[in-house]
């Protein structure tokens, strides 16, 4: 077991990775503290993510949208090919 100053490590700090994998060193009075902020991030970075896949669903849906009306306006109607076309005299 580490010490430090006599003391055993773990009752000093705690090394705790972070979301971007860098370690950081934290004393053992805030671990609790430090716990409760991971979770609420955490939770926050999960409901960030759904909604994140939310709006890109939906602005996948209207490219789809748009796509459709635009294959649709650019195909020629019967309509317009009879106006358009020559009449025989």
């Known amino acids: 077991m580490e010490t430090m100053n006599g003391l055993p490590t773990e ?3 705690r090394t ?5 994998h860098i ?4 004393p053992a009075l805030l671990m609790d503290n430090v716990v409760k ?5 955490v939770q926050l970075s999960q409901d960030m993510c759904l909604r994140t896949l939310a709006i890109a669903q ?3 849906d209207m490219a789809d949208r748009f796509e459709q009306q ?8 019967c309509a317009t090919m009879s106006l358009s076309s020559p009449r025989p005299m």
Do not use: G
């Open 70 to 77: 635009y294959m649709m306006a650019k195909e020629p109607s």
């Open 37 to 41: 902020v991971v979770n609420e991030n």
């Open 58 to 60: 939906q602005l996948r």
């Open 16 to 20: 705790v990775s972070t979301s971007n």
């Open 11 to 13: 009752s000093i700090a």
């Open 23 to 26: 370690p950081v060193f934290i």
